[in-house]
């Protein structure tokens, strides 16, 4: 089957600490896949290995869609080239995404527009009008409230055309009825084949989204499947899964 993204055997160390291990991972094209977790369990420093920010101790990370010239070739991120490619396919929305303190909501687009060759204005004035960003675009992002710095970072995110986008908790600090229209955003922005990653330990409020997820508890996946069998054949929710695997495992 046609994968996006395969990740074979991760680790991360950090000063002898073991922050992932042997984390196995395939990403599909026209998936939305909840990556699942409690805090600390080793989520974000694992989108960051995805997004070539940071490089595995061992472990492979294969992209199986490349841009340019170079388009349906697979790369290995253990080169610059791979990093090179995961930095132009994917769009990645961090926890929280930091800017410079005098730059306004409106700045940030312009940013993104000349930082991307694949930004598309008219995606940008979707999400603009779909989270309600345009009563803020002279505002400064460091006076915004928390809910609507999320906001903004899933905009800028979802403005590029990517091929896979990483979402780092995009639903914190953001009230009940902007989590709706985030919600919505994902499903109405994902391009056609392209995938969704999102990491989140806010399972209720996301699963209804989600086609597939992993559960990440101490740098390990617990347990993963597809969302349409967890309710078939376990006859659970995901969030029923997710609290049954955790207290289990003893991490909740």
């Known amino acids: 089957m046609e994968t996006i993204l395969e990740m074979t055997g991760i680790e991360k160390q950090y000063l002898g600490c073991l922050a992932l291990s042997g984390v196995d991972m395939t990403i599909r094209p026209g998936e939305i896949t909840g990556l699942l977790g409690p805090n600390a369990s080793g989520k974000t420093t694992l ?6 920010l940071q490089q595995p101790t061992a472990g492979t990370v294969q992209y199986n869609i490349t841009p340019g010239p170079a388009e349906n070739q697979s790369d290995s991120l253990n080169g610059s080239l791979a990093r090179l490619c995961a930095r132009q396919i994917i769009s990645y929305c961090p926890d929280t995404m930091k800017f410079p303190k005098w730059m306004k909501v409106k700045d940030t687009f312009k940013y993104f527009r000349e930082m991307y060759p694949d930004y598309s204005q008219d995606r940008a004035n979707e999400l603009i009008r779909t989270l309600e960003l345009g009563a803020v675009e002279n505002k400064k992002v460091t006076g915004l409230s928390k809910g609507m710095q999320e906001r903004l970072a899933l905009a800028i995110t979802f403005s590029r055309e990517a091929k896979l986008y990483l979402l780092d908790e995009p ?4 009230d009940p009825v902007g989590k709706t229209r985030v919600i919505d955003a994902i499903i109405s922005m994902q391009p056609e084949g392209a995938s969704t990653l999102i990491s989140t330990h806010l399972v209720k409020d996301i699963e209804r989204v989600l086609t597939s997820v992993f559960f ?6 617990i347990f993963s499947g597809e969302c349409d069998t967890i309710r078939e054949e376990r006859n659970q929710t995901v969030e029923q899964a997710y609290l049954e695997v955790f207290i289990n495992e003893g991490t909740h």
């Open 47 to 52: 989108l960051k290995i995805i997004a070539g």
């Open 216 to 221: 990440l508890s101490r740098g390990k996946i």
């Open 171 to 174: 639903l914190d600090g953001i």
